[in-house]
């Protein structure tokens, strides 16, 4: 796609562009597979009579929805055969997503872990509904079903997520705090620090996709928490580092062992303390770190 080509199809997509990404990566959990959508949509776009197009940006989501469907459909075949927990793919965002408390709740290696139970369908239903606000009819129309149905399915998959959620996070300052006594506790092996910083009920769940070292289920509680850092990602070997960054939107930390990427890992906060982390060392999930991705819900 040339996009000095100054005509409305190409103004429109584009102008979009941001949005449809970021449909397609919380959709999919995947970088990778959300541009091959926003290409596949694209083509299809192009294809498009754009005078009888309405409503631009709900058809271009109607497409990359689609697209999406198809590519979760294949992704869950994938997914039942991965090593271990099956993280999203760490993304590097700009302050103005950590400013919108609802896209970056939404985005949240948290939440979107949640959304691995959901089924395909359902998963799209609430990421357009619950996430991108686009009403029943609109959605029905992309996912190829009746407005009643489509309603239903996202009573499903509402009442699911929220039975599986984690609770309400800290504010940015109270996240920023946890993150900086977690971070210090950690590069000093401080256990103590790490014990006044993690929740009772601390999980920890990590992403190596039998490439690299990772739990192969989640680790709940502070003592096996403790245990298994202690075992792992403390005794690293070489020269430990963390630096605070932002992952999709939530405060995270890139580790590094003498100078090289070994994980992102994601921290969620409820009040002043860490109730989840979420650790991705799988390498082929590594490859968006280094620079921001530009992330929308309009």
């Known amino acids: 796609m040339n996009d000095s ?65 198809n590519r979760l459909r294949a992704l869950k075949r994938r997914k039942e055969d991965y090593v271990g927990p099956w993280l999203p793919e760490p993304l590097l965002t ?9 896209l970056s709740e939404n985005l949240s290696l948290a939440l979107m872990y949640v959304l691995e139970t959901l089924s395909p369908t359902e998963r799209a239903v609430f990421v357009l509904r619950e996430v991108f606000g686009f009403g029943y009819d609109d959605i029905a129309a992309a996912i190829g079903r009746t407005t009643a149905a489509t309603s239903q399915i996202a009573y499903r998959a509402r009442r699911h997520v929220d039975a599986r959620r984690p609770g309400t996070p800290a504010s940015p300052q109270q996240a920023r705090a946890a993150l900086e006594s977690f971070r210090s506790a950690l590069e000093t092996g401080d256990l103590q620090g790490l014990l006044d910083v993690l929740a009772p009920d601390v999980v920890f769940v990590s992403d190596g996709g039998g490439l690299r070292l990772a739990a ?20 690293a070997g070489g020269t430990f580092t963390s630096e605070p960054t932002t992952v999709n939107g939530n405060p995270g930390l890139l580790l590094r062992v003498d100078g090289v990427l070994d994980g992102v890992l994601a921290l969620r906060v409820e009040n002043t303390r860490v109730t989840g982390l979420y650790y991705v060392r799988n390498p082929e999930k590594l490859t968006r770190v280094e620079s921001e991705t530009p992330l929308t819900s309009r």
């Open 5 to 69: 080509v100054n005509d409305p199809a190409t103004e429109a997509f584009v102008a979009h562009r941001d949005l449809l990404f970021t449909v397609a990566y919380e959709m999919l959990g995947s970088a990778a597979d959300a541009e091959d959508v926003l290409q596949e949509t694209w083509l299809r776009w192009v294809k498009a009579d754009i005078a009888e197009v309405r409503d631009p940006r709900a058809y271009l989501v109607r497409i990359a929805t689609r697209q999406s469907l």
């Open 94 to 102: 700009a302050p103005d997503v950590s400013e919108d408390a609802e």
């Open 216 to 235: 192969l289920r989640p680790v709940v509680g502070t003592d096996k928490v403790l245990r298994y850092m202690t075992a792992s990602v403390l005794k």
